[in-house]
């Protein structure tokens, strides 16, 4: 394909998934965000739709809009998520649900849908958001870190069944990055956190748009399946 690239990048109101709509906006991409709340981000090339990410209907709806207005799509990009930062025993049935809904429910819906539009692209890419606390196995995450774990294994998967379509799917698991989300868990959590990684800091919402913008480049066809992890984690 010639001229911007078509990207969809759900949880796109705030936090990383802000940061990447600007970062793909400043390399030309047209991008489409998608949250439950509004967006006050306002771009020629930028669009953004309100939805549940694991209601079925709005996602089909979504993903009709986008046929109609952009023609197709070219990557996708599983950003939102929801964090559940308790100890199992304190956590209520509900909020596990409201856990494995936003997490792998939502990534499930939307990379059905987006394969369709995706098989027109010269270069159809999925990259799904997974975290480190997978491989740190952080006391108080099980539920997050399980569902996670879950869009990992999803991710393999889903590369090994889109392979023929010219399609392909890879996860990268941000250390921390200062969002609204980090803003809750206390500093000395976060710290013993980095103090576990490799390379001991803070990551910049840059740092992991230059991942994902790796396994989104025409030159990454041959990757696919793979899960990177910033700092070092493991």
Same mark, same amino acid.
């Given at each position: 394909m010639t001229g911007p690239r078509r990207l969809l990048v759900t949880g796109a109101? *705030?936090?990383?998934?802000?940061?990447?709509?600007e970062y793909f906006l400043?390399?030309?991409?047209?991008v489409?965000?998608?949250?439950?709340?509004?967006?006050?981000?306002? #771009?020629e090339r930028y669009t953004h739709f309100r939805l549940d990410v694991a209601d079925? #209907?709005?996602?089909? *709806?979504?993903?009709?809009?986008?046929?109609?207005?952009?023609?197709?799509?070219?990557?996708?990009v599983n950003n939102a998520g929801m964090a559940s930062m308790n100890p199992i025993a304190l956590t209520t049935a509900e909020r596990a649900r409201r856990v494995i809904d936003a997490n792998l429910v939502g990534t499930f819906l939307f990379t059905r849908a987006a394969i369709r539009l995706l098989r027109s692209s010269s270069n159809g890419?999925?990259?799904?958001?997974?975290?480190?606390?997978?491989?740190?196995?952080?006391?108080?995450?099980?539920?997050?870190a399980a569902t996670k774990s879950a869009i990992e294994t999803f991710t393999r998967i889903t590369a090994r069944e889109? #392979?023929?379509?010219?399609?392909?799917?890879?996860?990268?698991?941000?250390c921390p990055v200062r969002t609204r989300l980090t803003e809750s868990v206390p500093p000395e959590k976060i710290q013993a956190l980095i103090d576990r990684q490799a390379i001991r800091r803070w990551a910049q919402p840059s740092d992991v748009a230059n991942v994902v913008d790796?396994?989104?480049?025409?030159?990454?066809?041959?990757?696919?399946?793979q899960v990177v992890y910033l700092g070092g984690a493991g």
């Open positions: 109101n *705030r936090g990383l998934g802000r940061a990447l709509c400043a390399r030309g991409d047209r489409v965000g998608c949250s439950r709340g509004k967006s006050d981000l306002a #771009a079925e #209907a709005a996602v089909q *709806r979504l993903f009709a809009e986008v046929r109609a207005t952009t023609g197709g799509l070219d990557a996708l890419r999925i990259v799904n958001l997974t975290s480190v606390a997978v491989p740190m196995r952080l006391e108080g995450e099980a539920l997050y889109v #392979a023929s379509f010219g399609i392909t799917c890879n996860a990268v698991g941000p790796f396994f989104l480049r025409p030159e990454s066809g041959m990757v696919t399946g």
